[in-house]
């Protein structure tokens, strides 16, 4: 998936999110993950998918967006891109996870070989202690998470998912000057209400430490693949993935590891 065009995929990525932001049908919706950093945060890494958070239902939010882009995005892709497409419900064993409920977006011309997009559209929801804000970019006002909530989600994604995101990994390390100074008292009313037990933040936090090189040749691979030229260059030349993970290793085990007396 990381070998489609990068300029289509991100060209068609902001197209979504402005029309999200501009219908009815995305009114609540809060823009976030990696599209809200590479959007609305001007990040160096390129996301692959679209997420939005949803405080109501998951799959009738799901449904209201599926007939967005069906009716809307398809035939302004086609008008202004020359690509034909679909968007369905993601069908399939990832398609059952109850957190998250996924629109499969595919784009494609039949005349240019490896022109295929696929861009899934999650709508999820993460924890938030913060009311939503808005941010605007050429004029269109996108709403989205705290920068607060933002980066604390990332914490909580490496803590809780049992495979680990490498991609969650660059992301915190891009963006975790952004957690408060209260965050550890904060991620622990999060992940208490997620019901994530002390023991088993423990033993991801232990996982992650020791599976830390394996880990650091994915955020490899992602800044080769992912991220712009000069930001790739320069954390290469920095120490590349195994500075990303001792870093945000660090970062970790302040906010979610066992408290210091």
């Given at each position: 998936m990381e070998r489609q065009p990068r300029e289509t995929l991100e060209t068609v990525q902001r197209m979504v999110a402005r029309l999200v932001a501009t219908s009815p049908a995305g009114e609540g919706l809060r823009?976030?993950?990696g599209l809200r950093y590479r959007l609305l945060d001007a990040s160096c890494r390129a996301s692959l998918d679209i997420d939005y958070h949803w405080d109501g239902d998951l799959e009738r939010k799901r449904d209201e967006i599926l007939g967005l882009l069906q009716k809307k995005l398809l035939?302004?892709?086609?008008?202004l891109l020359g690509y034909d497409g679909s968007a369905q419900p993601?069908?399939?064993?990832?398609a059952d996870s109850p957190s998250v409920k996924t629109i499969a977006l595919a784009l494609y011309r039949l005349d240019v070989a490896g022109s295929r997009v696929e861009i899934p559209v999650d709508i999820t929801r993460i924890a938030c202690l913060d009311a939503p804000v808005v941010r605007t970019t050429g004029g269109t006002v996108y709403l989205t998470t705290s920068d607060a909530d933002m980066a604390e989600s990332k914490v909580i994604a490496l803590v809780q998912r049992v495979f680990t995101q490498d991609r969650?990994?660059?992301?915190?390390f891009l963006f975790h000057g952004a957690l408060p100074t209260d965050a550890r008292d904060r991620l622990k009313r999060k992940?208490?209400?997620?019901a994530v037990a002390r023991g088993d933040v423990e033993k991801r936090l232990l996982a992650l430490r020791e599976s830390a090189d394996v880990h650091a040749r994915g955020v490899d691979?992602?800044?080769?693949?992912?991220?712009?030229g000069p930001a790739a260059a320069n954390l290469k030349a920095a120490g590349?993935?195994?500075m990303v993970c001792a870093t945000v290793l660090q970062v970790l085990d302040k906010l979610a590891g066992k408290a210091r007396r």
């Open positions: 823009l976030v993950g035939p302004e892709v086609r008008r993601l069908v399939g064993p990832d969650d990994l660059l992301d915190l992940l208490a209400t997620l691979r992602i800044i080769r693949e992912q991220v712009d590349g993935g195994k």
